[in-house]
């Protein structure tokens, strides 16, 4: 099960910080990651970080803005996210088992949580 929290109402230009407690697996052993979906839009790999590791992967549209982060004694994944757009408003997902492909691309994920909303105003 995972269980984010942190989503809200932000001004263009703020931060928001985005968490996601996991249960029922084995924390360090998966990638864990977040997604967002925009209204009309295709869900978007945001960023994700590889426990057994910390390799960390990002989207180009928020590197630089973003961070994600892992405690694995609390089982639990972080995005931190700065300099919030407009064009960032979106629900975003916490994903485990994630995977990218050799490009860097964050692609898809075996588990879902339920979504928190991002909204950014101008």
């Known amino acids: 099960q995972l269980q984010a929290s942190g989503g809200g109402l932000v001004q263009t230009g703020g931060s928001l910080r985005l968490s996601c407690a996991a249960s029922g697996l084995i924390f360090g052993d998966y990638t864990m990651g977040w997604f967002r979906q925009a209204p009309g839009k295709e869900r978007e790999g945001v960023s994700c970080?590889?426990?057994?590791?910390?390799?960390?992967n990002y989207a180009d549209s928020v590197k630089g803005r973003f961070t994600i982060s892992s405690d694995l004694a609390k089982n639990t994944v972080y995005l931190q996210m700065s300099g919030l757009k407009p064009e960032d408003m979106a629900v975003y997902y916490c994903?485990?088992?994630?995977?990218?492909?050799?490009?860097?691309?964050?692609?898809?994920?075996?588990?879902w949580g339920r979504g928190t909303q991002v909204t950014v105003s101008s």
């Open positions: 994903a485990g088992d994630v995977w990218v492909n050799r490009f860097g691309l964050i692609q898809g994920a075996n588990y």
């Open positions: 970080i590889r426990n057994s590791d910390g390799e960390i």
